[in-house]
């Protein structure tokens, strides 16, 4: 059974620390990961994704990094600001379909 | 960017009542949408594939009587649960392939549907 599990469910850290969420999936045979970004009440931003056959993907102050053998991907904030609170919702890709982890909820205190 | 439309946003309906919520694509084509239900501090889960012109595929455990899909036209597919019951409640959420890279989905802003 293909499943993404999410670490930790929740994270407060005060603004200006860097911070590192994690995702782990069970069927390594994944075309792409993404990481999305969820405020409350709203749909889903792409920030990352990463091709099955890459190590890691850079945007700006987010660093997304894969290892498929032991799958695993982490998503590294750094610098955290209060307005990267969010939920942080990792999906990969099989075939086509997404398979989402349950989410981090991030709240950056100032 | 490319934009997915959802209406409406919030909804709050009786026990046994149907509800339809649509999903558009505003400045693409999508000829394939996904319908997504998220229950509070739980994943997204896929429910459904929506494919224009066709019958959308349902995911193993969803139930195609209760969560009719339309995809009448390249930009709008509709969701209508049936016969709502209060275990229906739920974040509903599309998204629709750019079709421009790998599987690169925009996603609409969700649904919250609330059965009393």
């Known amino acids: 059974k293909q499943e993404v599990t999410q670490i930790p469910a929740a994270l407060s850290v005060p603004e200006g620390e860097n911070l590192v969420l994690n995702c782990s999936f069970t069927?390594?045979?994944?075309?792409?990961l993404q990481w999305f970004r969820q405020d409350p009440g709203k749909g889903l931003t792409s920030l990352l994704l990463?091709?099955?056959?890459?190590r890691e993907q850079t945007s700006g102050r987010l660093n997304a990094s894969l290892d498929k053998s032991s799958g695993r991907s982490t998503l590294y904030i750094a610098a955290s600001q209060p307005g990267d609170s969010a939920t942080y919702l990792c999906?990969?890709?099989?075939?086509?379909?997404?398979?989402f982890g349950a989410g981090t909820i991030l709240r950056v205190k100032s | 960017g490319a934009v997915v439309s959802q209406h409406p946003s919030w909804v709050i309906c009786k026990s046994g009542t149907s509800v339809k919520i649509e999903c558009r694509s505003l400045?693409?084509?999508?000829?394939?949408m996904f319908w997504y239900r998220q229950f509070p501090k739980q994943s997204l889960m896929l429910m459904a594939t929506?494919?224009?012109?066709?019958?959308?595929?349902?995911e193993q455990g969803v139930e195609k009587d209760k969560f009719l899909i339309n995809h009448a036209s390249l930009t709008l597919s509709t969701l209508t649960v049936t016969s709502a019951h209060p275990e229906d409640s739920s974040f509903y959420i599309c998204?629709?392939?750019?079709?421009?890279?790998?599987?690169?989905?925009?996603f609409g802003a969700g649904s919250r549907l609330t059965v009393l």
């Open positions: 998204s629709a392939n750019e079709g421009t890279g790998a599987n690169v989905l925009t």
């Open positions: 400045d693409f084509q999508a000829t394939t």
């Open positions: 929506s494919n224009e012109g066709s019958k959308a595929t349902y």
């Open positions: 999906a990969v890709e099989y075939g086509n379909k997404l398979v």
């Open positions: 990463i091709q099955s056959s890459q």
């Open positions: 069927d390594s045979a994944i075309y792409n």
